[in-house]
C-alpha cells in the first residue's frame, strides 16, 4: 500500500508518531448519518501532538461532520478519543473552535465578542493580544455586523483562540478573507503550531493547507481518499510538471494534435542523443487538448524551449505559454474526480485512482 | 471562572445585545402600554357596570402584567434560541465551559430585568389611566418575585419552544399559538365566572392562573397567594429544567 494513500488504516499512530508526539486526536471507524445520507463511512484520522493537520474534500465530503464529531457537537459512531478523552469529557479550556458556519451575536463589538467569549473560559488571553493577533486591534470597537467580511472570519477566529487552546479547530478558516487578511492568519496559524498548538484546520484554499499543514488528508464522499505530507501527496498523486499552450482561434483538431504529438515525438528523440533534456525521459512527454489549445505534460523548466521550437515547426502557433508544477490542487482533483480533462467529458473516473492504491 | 461568572458574562452581552436593537427594545414597552390603551383607558370598565369589562378595573392588573410576562419571554428565548442555532453559536458554546442551564439561567435573568421594567411601566400606567387602585400593604414586596418566578417558567416554555421550531417564524408562530389562550383563559382578562364549569380544570392547568390569582391577591383583593406562589416557583423550576435540556447542545 502506498505510504500516503489510506482508506481502512488512513492516518495510523505511525503517522501521529512521526508527526510530533502523542496523539491528541484518535477517532477510528467514524460513522454518521442523517437519514439515508451517509455523512462519514468509517472515517480513521490520527493527529499528533503539535502537529497541523489539513483536511481537504469537496463540498458534502463530510469535512464538517468530522470537526462536529471530533469536537463533540455531533453524535458518531465509532471510537473518538480527543487528548485522552472521548469530545464530551474533553476539558473545555484545552479545546478552541472555529465553526465553519459561525455567525456570533451582531451587535456586539469586535472586542466585546472577544472579551464574552474569554469570559467564558477559565483562563483567557489578554484580549487586545487577541485582537491583535488576527489583525483586528484597529477595528474591534465596530459592531460586528459592520465589518466586512474578512473582519468577521477574523474576529470569529479569535473567539477560537482566546482561551489558548492546546487543540484548535479551524473549518475554513479563511473563507472570504482577502490575500492580507489570508496571510495574517497563515501567519497566526504558524505561530500557534511553533508554539505547540495542535491545529486541525480544514479548508478549500489548498495553496493554504500546503502551505501550513504539515499532512494533509483528503475526503470524499465521507471516506479518507489519501492522507499524507503534502510533498508526498503532490509526488504520489499531483501529475507531472506541465506546459499549458493558449492557441490563438479555434482549439485544435484530431490532426494539428497528432501533428504537435509528432513533433514532440522528434524532441524527445534530440532529447536522448544530447540535446537539453526535457523531461525525465522522452518517452514522459505527452500532449492533450485543451478548451483552449494544449498541454504538454512531464516537460521540465528546461525543456520549455525545446518544446517551444518543436511546436513551431510543426506550425502550431500559440499566444501564450503557461508552466506550472504540480501542486495540491493537482492532488485535489485527481483524487476527488473533479480533474478538467475536455478529452474525457469531465473528470478522472474512478477506476484511474487504483494506479495510485487509492480507496 | 465560576459559574456565576460564566453566567454573568453570557447575561451581560445578551443584554447588551438587546439594548441595541432598538425595535426590539421599542416593541417590547410599547406592546403592553398599546394594551393598556385600549383596554384600560378606551374599552374600560364603565362606572355604571356596563362596558367590555366586567370587573373593577384593578381586577385587570394582573392581566396587564401576564401580558408582558407571557408574551416576552417566550418570543424571546424561542427567537434567540431560533438564532444562536442559525448562527451555529450552539456549536461554539458546546466546546465552552458554559453549560445548558447556565445559557438559560443568563437569558432568564436578562428577561427578569427587561419585563421587570416593563411590568413598572404598566403598572404605572394602570394606575394612571384607569380607575384602578393598589392595594398598598407589605406583600406589595412578593409582586416582584411573581413575576420573577412567571418570567422565568416562560422562559423555560420558550426553550422549549424554540428548539421544537425549526426556524424564528415557526416560533413566533408558536409562541402566539401558546400564548393566547394562556392570556385570555387563566383569570386573566375573563373571570372563571364567566366560562362554563367543565373548562375550569383547564384554567387551574394554565401556569399563568397562579400567577394572576397570586397578584390579583397582592394587588386588588387581598387574600392568600403563598399558594399560588409556591405552585409558580415550582412550575418555574420544572419548565426552567425542562427548558435547559431542550436547549440544543448539538446538531
Given amino acids: 500500500m502506498n505510504e500516503t494513500t489510506a482508506a481502512s488504516a488512513s492516518a495510523s499512530a ?313 501542486s495540491l490542487e493537482d492532488v485535489y482533483l485527481r483524487l476527488t474526480g473533479e480533474e478538467y480533462s475536455p478529452r474525457a467529458g469531465g473528470g478522472v473516473p474512478d477506476d484511474s485512482l487504483d494506479d495510485g492504491g487509492d480507496r | 471562572m465560576s459559574r456565576t461568572s460564566r453566567v454573568l458574562t453570557e447575561a451581560t452581552a445578551a443584554a447588551r445585545s438587546f439594548l441595541r436593537r432598538r425595535t426590539a427594545v421599542f416593541f417590547t414597552f410599547f406592546f403592553p402600554v398599546i394594551l393598556v390603551v385600549i383596554f384600560g383607558a378606551l374599552v374600560r370598565t364603565q362606572p355604571t357596570g356596563g362596558g367590555l369589562f366586567a370587573e373593577p378595573a384593578g381586577y385587570y392588573i394582573p392581566g396587564y402584567l401576564a401580558v408582558v410576562v407571557l408574551f416576552t419571554p417566550l418570543s424571546r428565548v424561542g427567537s434567540e434560541i431560533a438564532r444562536h442555532r442559525d448562527g451555529g453559536r450552539f456549536e461554539k458554546l458546546a466546546t465552552t465551559p458554559l453549560t445548558r442551564g447556565e445559557w438559560l439561567l443568563a437569558h432568564t435573568l436578562v428577561n427578569v430585568a427587561i419585563i421587570g421594567a416593563a411590568s413598572l411601566l404598566i403598572l404605572g400606567l394602570v394606575l394612571a389611566v384607569t380607575d384602578a387602585a393598589l392595594v398598598v400593604s407589605p406583600a406589595l414586596l412578593v409582586l416582584p418575585v411573581f413575576v420573577a418566578l412567571a418570567v422565568a417558567l416562560f422562559c423555560g416554555l420558550g426553550a422549549v419552544l424554540g428548539a421544537l421550531a425549526d426556524s424564528q417564524d415557526g416560533v413566533i408562530a408558536a409562541s402566539n399559538t401558546v400564548a393566547l389562550p394562556l392570556l385570555f383563559l387563566s383569570e386573566t382578562f375573563v373571570p372563571p365566572a364567566l366560562l362554563p364549569d367543565w373548562f375550569l380544570p383547564a384554567v387551574a392547568a394554565s401556569p399563568l392562573t397562579y400567577f394572576a390569582r397570586g397578584t390579583r391577591a397582592i394587588v386588588h383583593e387581598p387574600g392568600p397567594w403563598v399558594g399560588d406562589l409556591a405552585v409558580l416557583a415550582a412550575l418555574a423550576a420544572g419548565f426552567l429544567a425542562l427548558g435547559a435540556y431542550a436547549v440544543p447542545r448539538t446538531d
Wanted: hydrophobic share 40%.
Fill in chain 1, 14 to 326: 505511525t503517522d501521529a508518531a512521526e508527526a510530533g508526539d502523542a496523539p491528541v486526536v484518535v477517532g477510528e471507524g467514524v460513522r454518521k448519518s442523517y437519514g439515508d445520507v451517509v455523512a462519514l463511512d468509517g472515517v480513521d484520522v490520527t493527529v499528533g501532538e503539535g502537529e497541523v493537520f489539513g483536511l481537504i474534500g469537496p463540498n458534502g465530503a463530510g469535512k464538517t461532520t468530522l470537526v462536529r464529531a471530533l469536537t463533540g457537537t455531533t453524535d458518531a459512531e465509532g471510537t473518538i478519543r480527543v487528548l485522552g478523552s472521548s469530545p464530551s469529557a474533553v476539558d473545555p479550556q484545552r479545546i478552541g473552535l472555529l465553526p465553519q458556519s459561525f455567525d456570533p451575536p451582531e451587535r456586539l463589538t469586535a472586542r466585546e465578542l472577544v472579551d464574552y467569549y474569554g469570559g467564558l473560559y477559565e483562563d483567557a488571553r489578554e484580549v487586545e493580544a487577541v485582537l491583535d493577533d488576527v489583525g483586528m486591534a484597529d477595528d474591534a470597537d465596530a459592531w460586528y455586523e459592520t465589518l466586512s467580511g474578512g473582519q468577521k472570519r477574523r474576529t470569529c477566529v479569535a473567539t477560537a483562540i482566546v482561551n489558548d487552546p492546546d487543540l484548535l479547530f479551524l473549518d475554513e478558516p479563511t473563507t472570504g478573507i482577502d490575500p492580507a487578511g489570508r496571510r495574517s492568519i497563515h501567519r497566526l496559524v504558524e505561530r500557534l503550531a511553533a508554539a505547540g498548538t495542535t491545529v486541525f484546520l480544514t479548508s478549500h484554499a489548498m495553496d493554504e493547507v500546503e502551505r501550513l499543514a504539515d499532512r494533509v488528508a483528503l475526503l470524499r464522499d465521507g471516506g479518507v481518499v489519501a492522507v499524507g505530507a503534502p510533498a508526498d501527496l503532490i509526488a504520489d498523486h499531483g501529475g507531472r510538471p506541465r506546459l499549458e499552450v493558449e492557441i490563438d482561434g479555434s482549439p485544435p483538431d484530431d490532426g494539428a494534435l497528432e501533428t504537435a504529438s509528432g513533433a514532440l515525438d522528434g524532441v524527445g528523440t534530440a532529447a536522448t542523443a544530447g540535446e537539453p533534456e526535457i523531461g525525465a525521459t522522452a518517452d514522459e512527454l505527452e500532449i492533450e487538448a485543451t478548451a483552449d489549445g494544449l498541454r504538454v505534460l512531464g516537460v521540465r523548466p528546461e525543456g520549455i524551449g525545446a518544446v517551444v521550437d518543436a511546436l513551431g515547426e510543426a506550425g502550431v502557433e500559440f499566444e501564450s505559454l503557461t508552466w506550472a508544477e504540480p
